[in-house]
């Protein structure tokens, strides 16, 4: 059982957003003011907390058919439109189902503004942001005295949904607890904008935070983590490279945080991750009292098929026979059979082909099995249908890996001894040999990115970062619509704004391409 449970307090928070785009100022409505809630419970405003941390991992406040927007309850919670949008679109994973949208996602094609998929990550983004406004609104009448590290909490929540705006769309709107309330629609904000209000924001919390606030819950730690994404990123996000501040952050998380590699790697994404040492910020699942079709339930069970797997050995009672890794991520490893390398077992194989000469047939390219429902040294007697793995969107192998590109790119702060010293712990934790100093580039640091953290939600944006994403100088396979791969244009960097935003904000203004 998780430390913490995400369940809906709608007493303090029920707000009726029936569509984030359209109703971004939406006044909560609350059967129960905040201060009389608190009277009866102080504790209460855990709870609150809790509801805004679910936005992110769950669909909505009644199980896995409910649903906080008016979007589909089962395709469009957060966690699954983030490995939609990273993972799908870049080389490393496809799906076959062939769903309009899901399937110009897999193929890097045909993107425009009313692909189902993009609205629904801007739509859950931008349920969240004014949730965080309108809690961030009440905090200061409620009645009671309330922990500063409350309140850091909840504009950490804000600015880690508008990390994926940035990341994702390249602009947006800039909805703050200022500006609640507003009649007027709001102007457009720039990714410069967003990027510097999002940095001012983590920036003021930092030191207020606090350092352990439990499980599941962000701390300095996770702000820093945040911080040394927004700066490794800088570069692709404002122009500006900003590599010494990313080790700046990156070095507290390391020498500061407490945190330590797994010894075996499938710790981090079993059953019982939340006992990890590595995980530095979690996505909560649970298969009882967090259900959700789109956290890691959409990984495990969309890469599981009884058809040609014994599903009951991964925990899992169902197989949704939808997910494939092709070889430009187990092509990473060598060949399968003789790698020593325990990432490179992490593929099954059997009745599968190397070669994903279609897309849309279950036995070309092999399915990833490094999530799966069962604890690390169980043998499950029996499957769940819901998934109890959390999801690690942050943790320490990739803070070492980030320093190690940083100091690639000549970061002052960083050293290329510790970041070769970085490199090997993560690779001979999975018994990978160790690299020497001299094979220690960017190449090898794209690579290895791959091979430690794919299926995390972070490839797209890595291969954007070393300019791999767009053209015709890395190919993998359907991208771009053919099967050895094609060029795709420069326009692909962010993914077109949802039509349904333009239609309900016209201060909004289309990416170029789109």
């Not at 801007?122 to 590290?149: D, F, H, K, M, W």
């Not at 909490?153 to 990341?167: K, S, T």
């Not at 797997?309 to 009672?317: D, K, R, Y």
């Amino acid at each position: 059982m998780k430390k913490i449970i995400l369940t809906f307090f709608g007493l303090a928070l029920l707000t009726t957003l029936s569509s984030c785009v359209n109703d971004l100022d939406t006044e909560p409505k609350v059967e129960l003011t905040l201060q009389q809630l608190l009277e009866q419970d102080p504790n209460a405003i855990e709870g609150i907390l809790s509801r805004l941390y679910a936005s992110f991992a769950l669909s909505g406040p009644s199980g896995p058919g409910s649903s906080d927007i008016s979007d589909d309850p089962g395709e469009s919670p957060f966690l699954r439109g983030i490995i939609n949008l990273q993972d799908f679109t870049a080389d490393g994973m496809k799906n076959r189902w062939g769903d309009d949208g899901l399937d110009q996602l897999t193929t890097t094609s045909q993107w425009d503004s009313n692909n189902k998929f993009f609205r629904y990550l801007y739509n859950r983004a931008y349920y969240t942001i004014p949730q965080c406004n309108n809690l961030l609104n009440v905090l200061p009448n409620a009645g009671v005295a309330i922990p500063e590290s409350i309140e850091s909490e909840v504009r950490f929540l804000r600015a880690l949904a508008y990390f994926y705006v940035i990341d994702a769309f390249g602009k947006g709107v800039l909805a703050t607890d200022e500006n609640f309330g507003t009649s007027e629609f709001l102007p457009e904000a720039s990714r410069e904008e967003l990027f510097s209000y999002v940095e001012t924001e983590l920036l003021a919390i930092e030191p207020t935070i606090g350092d352990n606030n439990g499980y599941g819950r962000a701390n300095t730690y996770v702000v820093d983590m945040l911080l040394s994404k927004l700066y490794l990123n800088a570069e692709v996000y404002t122009g500006t490279p900003r590599y010494n501040a990313a080790v700046t952050y990156l070095n507290k998380v390391i020498t500061e945080g407490g945190y330590s590699l797994e010894g075996n790697f499938l710790q981090n994404f079993s059953g019982d991750n939340d006992s990890s040492s590595e995980i530095i910020y979690p996505l909560i699942a649970d298969p009882v009292v967090s259900q959700s079709f789109g956290n890691t339930t959409y990984i495990v069970n969309g890469n599981l098929s009884p058809d040609t797997i014994p599903i009951l050995e991964f925990g899992a009672a169902e197989g949704w026979q939808g997910h494939r890794a092709t070889s430009a991520w187990y092509g990473l490893f060598g060949d399968l059979s003789t790698s020593n390398d325990q990432r490179a077992s992490l593929f099954w194989t059997e009745g599968h082909s190397y070669v994903m000469t279609d897309y849309r047939e279950w036995t070309d390219g092999y399915p990833s099995i490094k999530f799966r429902n069962n604890d690390l040294n169980e043998t499950p007697m029996s499957g769940t249908t819901f998934s109890g793995t959390d999801f690690p969107l942050y943790r320490l192998a990739d803070a070492y890996l980030m320093y190690a590109e940083c100091a690639i790119n000549s970061a002052p702060n960083a050293n290329m001894n510790d970041a070769l010293t970085y490199v090997n712990l993560v690779r001979t934790r999975s018994n990978a040999d160790p690299i020497i100093l001299s094979e220690l580039d960017l190449d090898f640091i794209m690579d290895e990115r791959g091979r430690e953290l794919n299926l995390e939600g972070h490839r797209r944006t890595d291969l954007i970062r070393f300019n791999k994403f767009t053209g015709g100088n890395y190919l993998w396979p359907w991208k771009g619509g053919t099967a050895n791969g094609s060029s795709i244009p420069d326009t692909y960097k962010v993914f077109p704004i949802p039509q349904s935003a333009l239609d309900a904000n016209t201060n909004l203004t289309q990416n170029p391409g789109y």
